[in-house]
């Protein structure tokens, strides 16, 4: 049983810097792929960021490009975003997601699991 739980979030002021961690069990997960997707109450889930876990190659989000960072550490079995230059429209729930997906996937439905995610909150 795979499971996934994120932590990091909290209160930021625009322009500050959060990291967010991933960590993921229950198997070994070369050949998987791993994202962040991000949700404001009464919207749809966002994609974020995704990255391969054996070769390392990732994907972005226009919106985030240049600010936030997607990185793996295979040892610990973690997926950190760095999150830099925060704005106020950055502020969600953060989700970290997990799956076999073939490539590097953007949408939500490809991902079966989960974590319970975090708040972030950016103040202006």
């Known amino acids: 049983q795979i499971q996934v739980v994120e932590s990091g979030g909290g209160l930021v002021q625009a322009g500050g810097s959060l990291r967010l961690s991933c960590a993921a069990s229950?198997?070994?997960?070369?050949?998987?792929?791993m994202a962040w997707f991000r949700q404001v109450l009464g919207r749809e889930r966002e994609f974020v960021a995704a990255?391969?876990?054996?070769?390392?190659?990732?994907i972005y989000a226009d919106s985030v490009k240049g600010r936030l960072t997607i990185s793996r550490d295979s040892a610990e079995n973690t997926v950190a975003l760095q999150m830099n230059n925060l704005k106020p429209e950055d502020t969600a729930v953060y989700y970290c997601?997990?799956?076999?997906?073939?490539?590097?996937?953007?949408?939500?439905?490809?991902?079966?699991?989960w974590g319970q995610g975090t708040q972030v909150t950016v103040s202006s």
């Open positions: 997601a997990v799956d076999r997906t073939l490539g590097l996937v953007r949408s939500p439905r490809a991902y079966k699991y």
């Open positions: 229950g198997r070994t997960f070369s050949g998987y792929n």
């Open positions: 990255i391969s876990w054996s070769a390392g190659s990732t």
